[in-house]
């Protein structure tokens, strides 16, 4: 195998839990210590901000201590773990929602300064070697009873995704880099253009959300399986041109991959390239490429016979984490917005007033169909959306399944449609592995590096540490 020496050995990463928290409720199963020796044992604790830093408190509200950082490391690290309440899940998704999590490993709490109006806030760190995370992490994105194969090709990816961030965060510094937005000189009319950064944190290597992978703690690692998937696989990437590879992913493509440039900054990533149907060959009777308007309609409006197009009830359960099980019209799904609601929907997301909406206009397409620029035509003015997550966002109170999605006016008077009925394809912005896609193939027979040279090639696996 390979070697690809990024890291002379394991890392360990600092993963945000929580940010601009007010007060935060934690339990100690098992004994701690702060990084000055003292012991501080089982129990359930509070920490608020405090001029000085951070103050604890024990549940007889007895003063624990106050440090400009508190940090407090396991003595036995296989029998100690804290849990905290109330973690934020799902930002800005369908799924969002509250939970209590268990960690292993190191807490950090440290103040994070206020924000115009705003008081100080707690930011709670978790620092995990790299390998546990991983545990975590393909467990928290899908089940930990999916095949192990497909749990080997995710933690190869979700690695190599770690490690090509932590190295480009160290090339560029600690400062976060915005989202784009830029209003389109050559003609008056606005066009707006934002993608999420995921170098975009400050205080802490990656947070615990779908913004970076998802990192649900202790909980979800249920199975043989994934802590077997992750121990098999110790230290692989995938590499290309000598550079351990940006490996993004996916739940669900719909039936094609997506090209980088699409949902993130304009340039080519050859490994990330889109128009790759998720099946063995591309389907004679679907017409390609979909970056044109009636091939993209043909292909949304039809079912591809791609690994995605799943349907077992009782298999999905198998492949998709409780959180996700709900979810079951991601293939091709439906969603109705009325004229009202689209008008509020732009207010509230762009801060514009375009009056009635009359129009919503395709003006450019990536390879999988997703919409990469969509113009808003109303009464008043009109204004071009992109890339395919504002899409998505400006679309929906959550946040639409995909940007791969076909517009239907219905009853139109005067120019004006009383609603906007979307048919849609896929779910989420379908760069790089098809979730889904990828567990099916498992299911079917297919090993972790025939799943990763499906939607990785060009690249390699190569070993980054031992």
Not at 76 to 103: C, M
Not at 173 to 190: D, F, V
Not at 341 to 348: G, R, S, T, Y
Request: with cysteine; proline share 7%.
């Amino acid at each position: 195998m390979k070697r690809a020496p990024i890291f002379s050995a394991e890392p360990v990463v600092s993963v945000g839990l929580l940010t601009d928290a007010e007060q935060l409720r934690f339990t100690l199963a098992g004994e701690f210590q702060t990084p000055d020796g003292r012991i501080v044992p089982p129990g359930r604790y509070r920490a608020t901000p405090h001029p000085a830093g951070v103050e604890i408190r024990d549940a007889q509200e007895r003063l624990v201590g106050i440090a400009a950082t508190f940090s407090l490391s396991p003595i036995n690290p296989s029998r100690a773990i804290f849990t905290l309440e109330d973690v934020p899940i799902g930002k800005g998704f369908h799924w969002e929602r509250k939970e209590t999590q268990s960690y292993a490993g190191t807490l950090t709490i440290r103040v994070s300064p206020p924000t115009s109006e705003a008081s100080w806030r707690l930011t709670v760190i978790n620092e995990i070697p790299a390998e546990t995370y991983l545990k975590s992490v393909i467990s928290s994105e899908m089940s930990a009873r999916a095949p192990v194969e497909f749990l080997k090709a995710h933690a190869v990816i979700s690695r190599s995704w770690l490690l090509a961030h932590l190295a480009r965060r160290a090339n560029e510094g600690r400062s976060p880099s915005p989202p784009s937005e830029r209003e389109a000189s050559e003609t008056p009319e606005l066009e707006i253009r934002r993608w999420v950064n995921r170098t975009a944190h400050r205080e802490f290597d990656v947070c615990a959300d779908d913004h970076c992978q998802r990192y649900y703690g202790l909980a979800p690692v249920t199975s043989d399986a994934a802590m077997a998937a992750v121990a098999e696989t110790h230290g692989q990437v995938l590499i290309f041109n000598g550079h351990v590879c940006d490996a993004r992913f996916s739940k669900c493509c719909g039936g094609a991959t997506e090209a980088y440039r699409s949902a993130w900054e304009d340039r080519d990533v050859p490994y990330l390239r889109g128009g790759r149907f998720d099946g063995p060959e591309w389907p004679a009777n679907f017409p390609h490429p979909l970056t044109i308007e009636a091939h993209a309609a043909t292909w949304i409006l039809g079912s591809p016979p791609a690994y995605c197009r799943a349907t077992d009830a009782r298999g999905l359960d198998d492949l998709l984490p409780e959180i996700d099980r709900p979810t079951r019209d991601f293939f091709r799904w439906e969603r109705t917005l009325e004229q009202e609601e689209l008008q509020a929907l732009v207010k509230a997301r762009l801060g514009l007033e375009l009056g009635a909406i009359r129009h919503l206009e395709p003006l450019e397409r990536g390879a999988s169909s997703r919409l990469v620029r969509l113009r808003i035509v109303g009464e008043r003015r009109s204004v071009v959306v992109g890339k395919e997550l504002e899409i998505r966002r400006v679309l929906s109170w959550t946040c639409l399944y995909s940007s791969a999605f076909v517009v239907f006016p219905e009853d139109v008077r005067g120019g004006i449609p009383r609603r906007f009925r979307l048919r849609g394809a896929g779910w989420g912005h379908g760069v790089g592995l098809c979730q889904i896609g990828a567990a099916i193939m498992a299911q079917q027979g297919r090993t972790y590096r025939e799943i990763l040279a499906h939607y990785y090639a060009p690249a390699e696996i190569a070993l980054a540490y031992t």
